[in-house]
């Protein structure tokens, strides 16, 4: 009788068993993922003007892609998010500032009249980005991606896990 109970109640045990396992993991990654507090104000300033941008062009690329349905709004929005925030990338990495959690790398400033033209490129391309359609955004949106990639494949260190910029 006791091996027929047990055997019942095996798929409940197991059932138990890996919510128990799921829900430590929810909490181990809530706590691994926690906000670690910023030494440097201009660095976590930094990485908030990035993700803005990130977000803003995911949107965007989102659209593009049919991952989410076109809205003439949004992408408008997204399109002034990346030219206001395009515009903040010079003044943003102006002073030499490193610690832990900036991905730029040394050579930003050492080889700045060329990293500001860059920024300068960004922005044009922000500018230019065509929000009337989901085609016309299509065809105007691989100017922005090359312009953050020409950018970040030379000044930006690779990212290390749960960073964005």
Same mark, same amino acid.
């Given at each position: 009788?006791?091996?027929?109970l047990?055997?019942?109640?095996a798929?409940f045990?197991r059932?138990?068993?890996?919510g128990?396992v799921?829900?430590?993991?929810?909490?181990?990654?809530?706590?691994?993922?926690?906000?670690?507090?910023?030494?440097?104000?201009?660095?976590?300033?930094?990485?908030?003007?990035?993700?803005?941008q990130?977000t803003?062009?995911?949107?965007?690329?989102?659209?593009?892609?049919? #991952?989410r @349905?076109?809205?003439? $709004? /949004?992408?408008r929005? &997204?399109?002034?998010?990346l030219?206001?925030?395009?515009?903040?990338?010079?003044?943003?990495?102006?002073h030499?500032?490193?610690?832990?959690?900036?991905?730029?790398?040394?050579?930003?400033?050492?080889?700045?009249?060329?990293?500001?033209?860059?920024?300068?490129?960004?922005q044009?391309?922000?500018?230019?980005?065509?929000? #009337?359609? @989901?085609d016309?955004? $299509? /065809?105007?949106?691989p &100017?922005?991606?090359?312009g953050?990639?020409?950018?970040h494949?030379?000044?930006?260190?690779?990212?290390?896990?749960?960073?964005?910029?």
């Open positions: 009788m006791l091996k027929h047990s055997a019942a109640h798929p045990t059932f138990f068993g890996y128990i799921f829900g430590l993991s929810l909490v181990l990654g809530s706590v691994l993922m926690a906000k670690v507090p910023y030494e440097n104000e201009k660095i976590e300033a930094r990485v908030a003007l990035m993700n803005t990130k803003a062009l995911s949107v965007l690329t989102d659209m593009a892609s049919g #991952r @349905a076109f809205n003439k $709004r /949004q992408a929005d &997204a399109k002034n998010t030219i206001e925030t395009t515009k903040d990338i010079r003044p943003h990495f102006k030499i500032e490193m610690d832990a959690h900036t991905l730029a790398r040394p050579n930003l400033w050492t080889n700045w009249e060329d990293f500001e033209l860059r920024a300068k490129n960004a044009r391309a922000a500018k230019r980005l065509n929000p #009337r359609s @989901a016309t955004l $299509r /065809q105007s949106l &100017a922005m991606i090359k953050c990639h020409n950018c494949e030379r000044y930006k260190l690779q990212d290390r896990e749960f960073t964005t910029h």
